[in-house]
């Protein structure tokens, strides 16, 4: 079993950053590729990134590109997702995710989840 554990989420403005976290336990994550998604009120939990076990590959939702940056450290057994620019339509409950197969785009194939952090962005 993995434990997962996200932290970093917060009120911003728009253009602001923020960083979350990702803290595992229970087994180390590095043969796990490890996903963040997240989920805005009425709307379906989506694809936000993904990095794979290693950390040298990663895949990024279109909107997100260039904004965020994904990342991991398998001695800390933490990823961590880097946001930059926010804005509004980036609101939602963020969710860090475990899966043994990469890359995976699609929830129902991630093993393990956190709880979330909040996002909100402010205009």
């Known amino acids: 079993q993995v434990q997962l554990v996200e932290s970093g989420g917060g009120l911003v403005q728009a253009g602001g950053s923020l960083r979350l976290s990702c803290a595992a336990s229970?087994?180390?994550?590095?043969?796990?590729?490890m996903g963040w998604f997240r989920q805005a009120p009425g709307k379906e939990r989506e694809f936000v990134a993904v990095?794979?076990?290693?950390?040298?590959?990663?895949y990024y939702l279109d909107s997100v590109k260039g904004r965020f940056t994904i990342s991991r450290d398998n001695a800390k057994n933490t990823v961590y997702l880097q946001m930059n620019s926010l804005n509004p339509e980036d609101t939602a409950v963020y969710y860090c995710?475990?899966?043994?197969?990469?890359?995976?785009?699609?929830?129902?194939?991630?093993?393990?989840w956190g709880q979330g952090t909040q996002v909100t962005v402010s205009s």
């Open positions: 995710a475990a899966n043994q197969v990469f890359p995976s785009y699609s929830s129902r194939e991630y093993d393990y």
């Open positions: 229970g087994r180390r994550i590095s043969s796990y590729g």
């Open positions: 990095i794979s076990w290693s950390g040298g590959r990663t």
